[in-house]
């Protein structure tokens, strides 16, 4: 059966589709994998549903996509681990399965995925695509929400299109775990938490297409005063997730979604902890620093 790609949402034409008629499970042919690379050009988001896949399969479907980040952003040390470290586990498991309590801190320290934040914006070659299966969902809520980026450039006035150009923001996990009330970190998160710098604004590295960077990790702009900045980058972030910009999935088991992080942000949208949620992720790094994507 050949690769079906149909537009999800007739209110975002361009943002979201369903793909049907491949098997992940399943070694890709090369025009397989270009069709997908193809439509992830056009849709920055994709939802591949029924995609029954174990860790290796996700994994090994993943590297057609480029080098794989390890999950080192969250707040679990090597011995506290579920999944092997080229899995993100977004879950609310411990690693002998049972469910993590409400107040402990790996999960107090999770709900920043709540904040609209583009993945690993805090590393200095932050990630490009991110690749989400649903094992086990809540029989309610646990949504995720994503925002177009390059529609919210589009839609800005000149003149704040003109201050956003050439700027440059520093991420960090300090500022979005700070937004939380995180004040204190253990010493390997510090060294981990040194922010790095990103454009403002950048033109993807595949489709030229102009696009606004934000992400709760980003807490400064160079040469600008701090309460200048994050005022600044508030209103833009209010701007970029308005309705209009927005797609809100409803996770059904066995979804598969990949979104473009260098065309997106994201929120997870919570649920009720005594229910179990088992997400997880793989994450495709970027090829360079978004600095040298910044247009001229
Ligand atoms: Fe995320």
């Known amino acids: 059966m050949p690769l079906k790609v149909i537009p999800f949402n007739p209110k975002l034409i361009d943002f979201v589709a369903k793909v049907e008629g491949i098997s992940l499970g399943e070694p890709l042919a090369v025009k397989s994998v270009e069709a997908i690379f193809n439509a992830l050009d056009r849709f920055a988001v994709l939802v591949f549903p029924n995609q029954v896949l174990t860790d290796e399969q996700h994994i090994r479907f993943s590297r057609y996509f480029g080098d794989l980040e390890l999950a080192t952003g969250d707040y679990m040390k090597q011995d506290d681990r579920r999944l092997q470290m080229e899995l993100n586990d977004i879950s609310n498991l411990d690693r002998k399965g049972g469910k993590i309590e409400a107040a402990d801190v790996k999960r107090l320290f999770s709900l920043g995925n709540m904040l609209w934040h583009s993945d690993s914006s805090f590393k200095a070659i932050p990630a490009q695509y991110s690749i989400l299966s649903a094992k086990i969902i809540p029989t309610t809520e646990g949504d995720t929400e994503f925002a177009d980026m390059r529609a919210a450039w589009k839609a800005l006035d000149e003149k704040t299109q003109q201050k956003c150009l050439g700027q440059v923001t520093l991420h960090s996990q300090l500022y979005s775990r700070g937004e939380l009330g995180f004040t204190e970190f253990r010493e390997d998160q510090q060294e981990a938490m040194v922010p790095v710098r990103q454009?403002?604004?950048?033109?993807?590295?595949?489709?030229?297409?102009?696009?606004?960077y934000l992400s709760a990790h980003a807490g400064m702009i160079e040469g600008w005063t701090i309460p200048e900045a994050r005022i600044f980058l508030k209103r833009l972030s209010e701007h970029a997730t308005q309705r209009e910009f927005v797609y809100r999935h409803k996770w059904r088991v066995n979804d598969l979604v990949i979104w473009d992080n260098q065309a997106t942000m994201h929120r997870a949208m919570g649920?009720?902890?005594?229910?179990?949620?088992?997400?997880?992720r793989t994450t495709i790094a970027g090829n360079i620093s978004s600095l040298k994507d910044m247009p001229s």
């Open 271 to 280: 649920f009720d902890n005594k229910q179990v949620r088992d997400m997880r």
């Open 199 to 212: 454009a403002l604004v950048r033109s993807h590295p595949r489709t030229k297409k102009i696009s606004l």
